[in-house]
């Protein structure tokens, strides 16, 4: 039951190398993980990201119905920033990492990964007299992330994309792309510069084939899900099935700073309080000696004593191949330089924690240029 997206065709005369994430069809690799991976970093990368499931919200109140869905206050929005942060059951564990946009205070744009999103906002927005409805796939979701991107999509661009007209974590609606109307976000999930353009489906394929042409002399190109861990490992970003599933705890994946627990109350917040000095896992970046993507899963000890698990590691371009793991860890042990060991198979790696994330930790790249 995996479905396309409205890029699949595009991307299918490229590669055959496919999965399924979140119930759509992705690329795993389109050319070379390698060069995919070096093309967001050095100048920009084109990605499918129509999987995410877009719900919009609208009716009088809509900012105070969402506010006690999510962790984030979003109250102290304005229209047209964005905040990102958790969505959790009632038991204060993890449901979804989400992205909601600020309209106006009726109008809420949400975006997420998870199908109980839906659920959670419809049944909430019933006795509000608010409707809901999810459109994801009447408006596909094409990123373009790295150094490059704004100086691919400037000219094209109907209006200034410029850092001081269209800042960090803001969205515009008044922007067509070649001609192209689209919703535009300035986020991503690469900690490069970068944009997230959703078009309507009919115009999908004219975007996707506008921005490959416009992209090619800057070294743009097409990235698939391999390139991709590699670069949200080294930027530490989570992914729901691998850092969370509906057993962990915000504070345990590193969503913890996105709680606003004096906001008033919200889904999740008595389960929130009473966890966030209870939990011990926090989220940690680990350097091993060797082990690649085999050391995935392992158990992760310090001194004999076992402190937690890798969730995912790769050979890390960024660290010239070395292994670089996210990992949960006891938050004792979450500090620069302890070391650790790795086990699994029988075989035993060593290896040390180091500093989280281990690119740009300061989010220089995304933030500022």
């Not at 100048?43 to 969402?66: H, T």
């Not at 729901?240 to 057993?247: I, L, N, Q, R």
Request: charged residues 25%.
């Amino acid at each position: 039951m995996t479905k396309q997206t409205a890029f699949y065709e595009r991307l299918n005369a490229l590669t055959d190398q496919w999965i399924d994430l979140f119930g759509y069809w992705v690329p795993a690799v389109v050319t070379n993980p390698l060069e995919e991976y070096r093309a967001v970093r050095s100048a920009a990368g084109l990605m499918d990201f129509s999987m995410l499931r877009m719900i919009d919200i609208d009716g009088p109140g809509a900012v105070e119905l969402v506010n006690t869905v999510v962790t984030r206050d979003l109250t102290r929005l304005r229209p047209g920033q964005i905040a990102y942060g958790a969505l959790c059951a009632e038991d204060g564990k993890m449901l979804d990492d989400c992205t909601v946009m600020i309209r106006d205070a009726d109008h809420i744009r949400f975006c997420g990964a998870n199908d109980r999103d839906m659920e959670i906002l419809r049944k909430k927005s019933q006795a509000a007299g608010i409707q809901v409805r999810e459109f994801t796939d009447d408006m596909p979701h094409l990123c373009i992330q790295g150094p490059a991107s704004r100086e691919i999509l400037a000219p094209l661009a109907s209006a200034d994309i410029s850092p001081d007209s269209f800042p960090y974590y803001t969205f515009r609606e008044d922007v067509a792309i070649g001609g192209i109307p689209v919703f535009m976000t300035r986020m991503g999930y690469t900690a490069e510069l970068g944009y997230e353009l959703w078009p309507a489906r009919e115009q999908a394929e004219a975007l996707w084939d506008l921005l490959m042409k416009a992209g090619e002399p800057a070294g743009m190109k097409p990235v698939g899900a391999a390139a991709l861990t590699m670069i949200r490992i080294e930027g530490g970003l989570i992914l729901e099935g691998v850092e969370y599933d509906s057993t962990v705890s915000p504070y345990e994946c590193g969503m913890g700073w996105s709680i606003a627990l004096d906001k008033g109350d919200f889904q999740g917040r008595a389960a929130l309080a009473r966890d966030k000095e209870s939990t011990r896992l926090r989220i940690a970046s680990v350097v091993l000696d060797s082990g690649a993507d085999q050391v995935s899963g392992a158990k992760l000890f310090s001194g004999g004593v076992e402190i937690g698990r890798i969730t995912q590691a790769v050979a890390s371009p960024y660290l010239a191949g070395r292994t670089l793991g996210l990992a949960e860890i006891d938050k004792d042990y979450k500090k620069e330089g302890i070391a650790v060991e790795a086990r699994f198979d029988g075989a035993a790696i060593a290896g040390k924690v180091v500093s989280h994330p281990v690119y740009d930790p300061k989010r220089a790249r995304a933030t500022l240029s």
